[in-house]
Nanobody, 115 residues
Framework: QVQFVESGGGLVQPGGSLRLSCVGS????????MSWYRQAPGKQRELVAAAPAASVIKYVDSVKGRFTLTRDNAKNTLFLQMNNLKPEDTAVYYC?????????WGQGTQVTVSS
């Protein structure tokens, strides 16, 4: 059974940093396109950053220069380092694995940026 579990969310002041982690089970991690999505209240879920199995990492324009996605295939772990956080980054952040025609999602972790 394939599962993904996120952690690392929390409350942080504007300008602060957080590091999200997503640990996956199963053997598909290294072959999957791994991504971070987020969903703010009243808004649609949006792609934040995506790391194909063997290609360039892509970021949504609003987080370029502030967020960094990395993946450790040996540990089935995906990370999102978030620096210089802004109130508009407040959302539930989800880990996604896309393999073949199947999407797997974690349960999400809340990130709140507020003074």
């Amino acid at each position: 059974q394939v599962q993904f579990v996120e952690s690392g969310g929390g409350l942080v002041q504007p300008g602060g940093s957080l590091r999200l982690s997503c640990v996956g089970s199963g053997s598909i991690f290294r072959f999957s396109r791994m991504s971070w999505y987020r969903q703010a209240p009243g808004k649609q879920r949006e792609l934040v950053a995506a790391a194909p199995a063997a290609s360039v990492i892509k970021y949504v324009d609003s987080v370029k220069g502030r967020f960094t996605l990395t993946r450790d295939n040996a540990k089935n772990t995906l990370f999102l380092q978030m620096n210089n956080l802004k109130p508009e980054d407040t959302a539930v952040y989800y880990c996604n694995s896309h393999f073949g025609d199947i999407d797997y999602w974690g349960q999400g972790t809340q990130v709140t940026v507020s003074s």
